[in-house]
């Protein structure tokens, strides 16, 4: 049973940095393409950062350069450090498989303001 429990999320001020942790049970990384997704209301989940089975990153226009994703295979656990924050980054983060196949986790709030 796959079960997936995002956290790290918080406040922070503009230009803070953050690091969300997505524990993934029952998914193994080696076969299934892992995102990080992000949702605002009234607007559509979007995919922000992609890493492959084999381990390539790929990241949506609107982060590029300011966030990373990387995983760590033994702990089942995908990562999403994200840096030079604005306020449109303002979101839940979710992660999932890519393309999505799970059920949603409860998801991290990040809201960056002053």
């Known amino acids: 049973q796959v079960q997936l429990v995002e956290s790290g999320g918080g406040l922070v001020q503009p230009g803070g940095s953050l690091r969300l942790s997505c524990v993934a049970s029952?998914?193994?990384?080696?076969?299934?393409?892992m995102g990080w997704y992000r949702q605002t209301p009234g607007k559509q989940r979007e995919l922000v950062a992609e890493i492959t089975s084999g381990g390539t990153t790929n990241y949506a226009g609107s982060v590029t350069r300011r966030f990373n994703i990387s995983r760590d295979i033994a702990k089942n656990t995908v990562y999403l450090q994200m840096s030079s924050l604005q306020p449109r980054d303002t979101a839940v983060y979710y992660c999932?498989?890519?393309?999505?196949?799970?059920?949603w986790g409860q998801g991290t709030q990040v809201t960056v303001s002053s």
């Open positions: 029952g998914i193994i990384f080696n076969i299934n393409a």
């Open positions: 999932n498989r890519v393309p999505v196949l799970y059920s």
